[in-house]
């Protein structure tokens, strides 16, 4: 059974940085898309971030860009969080094995449990 673990998260004040990691239990996830969605409390789900096989290949949601990095190592895949505000408080979860490398919630498969990022004002 693929599990994807996400490590990272935590309480931090606006402007700080924050990296999320994520390893996936199978290494033939190097083969495949990796990302990261986000669900702030009653809100619905959002894309964040992916990245391809290959890390060639990347896209951001529009609010993160020019703030957050996205890379992987081969069946790892990492989320560097610079200068996080109040609105990127949310459960930032993992996603894996996606046919494309999509900004779509129903094209990933695979779905960690989440990782709290808080940031206070």
């Known amino acids: 059974q693929v599990h994807l673990v996400e490590s990272g998260g935590g309480l931090v004040q606006a402007g700080a940085s924050l990296r999320l990691s994520c390893v996936a239990s199978e290494r033939t996830f190097s083969n495949y898309p990796m990302g990261w969605f986000r669900q702030a409390p009653g809100k619905e789900r959002e894309f964040v971030s992916a990245i391809n096989w290959s890390g060639d290949t990347v896209y951001y949601e529009d609010s993160v860009k020019g703030r957050f990095t996205i890379s992987r190592d081969k069946n790892t895949v990492y989320l560097q969080m610079n200068s996080l505000k109040p609105e990127d408080t949310a459960v930032y979860y993992c996603?894996?094995?996606?046919?494309?490398?999509?900004?779509?919630?129903?094209?990933?498969?695979?779905w960690g449990q989440g990782t709290q990022v808080t940031v206070s004002s």
């Open positions: 996603v894996a094995d996606g046919f494309n490398t999509g900004t779509l919630a129903s094209e990933y498969t695979y």
